[in-house]
C-alpha cells in the first residue's frame, strides 16, 4: 500500500499567532511532525501542504517538500488538494497535525495498522481519559466505539454520559478508564478522501463544530486505534512555554 503523510499547515492561529513557526528551541514547531513522519517507514512521502508562502520557504530550507494549496476551510480540504494534483496512484493518506511535536510514531503506527485492514475508509486514534477535567473540558474531543473498534460518535460533550454516578467515580487510582479523548490524526483510503470533501458540511458537524461527523453521517466507518497515552497539542503561549522546558531537560539529561 502507497501511503502518503500530509501535514496541513497554516500561518495564522488565534490563540498562538505564528505557532508552527516558533522556534525558541533552535528549530521551528512545525519541523519536529515533520522529522517524526520522516521517520515512520510506511510513509512513501511527506508533504506540508499549506497556503503560506512563508511556511513553505521554511519547510524547503529545512529539507522538506512543501505544496502550496488555496484557501480551505479546514485542514483536510487542504489535504485533499494536494492529493488530488499530486498523487493520483497513492492508495491512502494519513493527515498528522502541525503542531503535535511530540508525537510518538508508534502511535502513527497503530494508524496506519487500521488503515491497512480491508474496507477500512477511514482511522483515527483516541486514547484514556485521565481526569475529570479533560472530560468537561468541551475543547478536548471525547468518542464512543462500537464492539468492533469503530466510532459511534464524537462530542465536545462528556460521552457517555453517567446518569447514576458521578464522572469523578471512574477515575479512583488504579481503575482504567471507560472514557475515550479522540487524539487529532486521520487516514483516508484516497478515494474516500476525495469523496469526503465534495460533501457539504453536515448538520452535526455544524453544531458539534467537529468534521469528523460529515464522515459518520454519509455512513462512513470509521476505525479507532486505541493507544496508552497522545502527544500534548500546543495551542497556548503556556503550552508552548511548557514544551521549551520539555526539550531543554531533555538536552541537559542527554549531555549528562
Same mark, same amino acid.
Given at each position: &500500500? ?17 505557532? /508552527? ?42 529539507? %522538506?517538500? +512543501? ?7 479546514? #485542514? ?10 499530486? @498523487?493520483? !496512484? ?8 502541525? !503542531? ?21 475508509? &477511514?482511522?483515527?486514534? +483516541? ?15 471525547? *468518542?464512543?466505539?462500537?464492539?468492533? #473498534? ?28 471507560? @472514557?475515550? /479523548?479522540?487524539?487529532?490524526?486521520? %487516514?483516508?483510503?484516497? !478515494? @474516500? *478522501? ?12 455544524? &453544531? ?10 454519509? #455512513? ?12 500534548? #497539542? ?23
Amino acid at each position: &500500500m502507497k501511503i502518503v503523510c500530509m501535514i496541513p499547515a497554516r500561518l495564522q492561529s488565534t490563540r498562538l499567532p505564528r505557532k /508552527l513557526l516558533l522556534s525558541t528551541t533552535g528549530r521551528p514547531l512545525l519541523q519536529y511532525v515533520w522529522e517524526t513522519a520522516r521517520r515512520c517507514p510506511e510513509f512513501s512521502d511527506v508533504v506540508v501542504a499549506t497556503d503560506s508562502e512563508e511556511i513553505a520557504k521554511v519547510v524547503r530550507d529545512f529539507g %522538506g517538500r +512543501a505544496e502550496i494549496t488555496g484557501h480551505h476551510h479546514s #485542514g483536510t480540504d487542504r489535504i485533499a488538494e494536494v492529493v488530488r494534483r499530486c @498523487f493520483p !496512484d497513492a492508495d491512502a493518506v494519513v493527515n498528522l497535525q502541525g !503542531d503535535e511535536p511530540e508525537l510518538d510514531p508508534a502511535v502513527v503506527s497503530a494508524l496506519v495498522r487500521e488503515l491497512e485492514h480491508a474496507g477500512t475508509e &477511514m482511522a483515527t486514534v +483516541a486514547c484514556p481519559i485521565l481526569s475529570p477535567a479533560i472530560l468537561r473540558d468541551p475543547s478536548c474531543v471525547k *468518542l464512543v466505539t462500537n464492539a468492533l #473498534g469503530h466510532a459511534m460518535y464524537f462530542s465536545r460533550s462528556q460521552i457517555p454520559f453517567t446518569r447514576d454516578t458521578a464522572p469523578e467515580h471512574f477515575f479512583r487510582d488504579g481503575e482504567p478508564s471507560p @472514557f475515550l /479523548l479522540h487524539v487529532g490524526l486521520y %487516514g483516508y483510503r484516497r !478515494d @474516500f *478522501l476525495l469523496r469526503l470533501t465534495s460533501l457539504p458540511p453536515s448538520p452535526l458537524e455544524q &453544531m458539534e463544530k467537529l468534521e469528523q461527523l460529515r464522515a459518520l453521517q454519509a #455512513g462512513a466507518r470509521i476505525a479507532v486505534a486505541v493507544v496508552n497515552h497522545a502527544a500534548v #497539542g500546543i495551542d497556548t503561549p503556556a503550552d508552548y512555554e511548557a514544551f521549551v522546558q520539555r526539550q531543554q531537560t531533555q538536552t541537559i539529561r542527554r549531555a549528562a
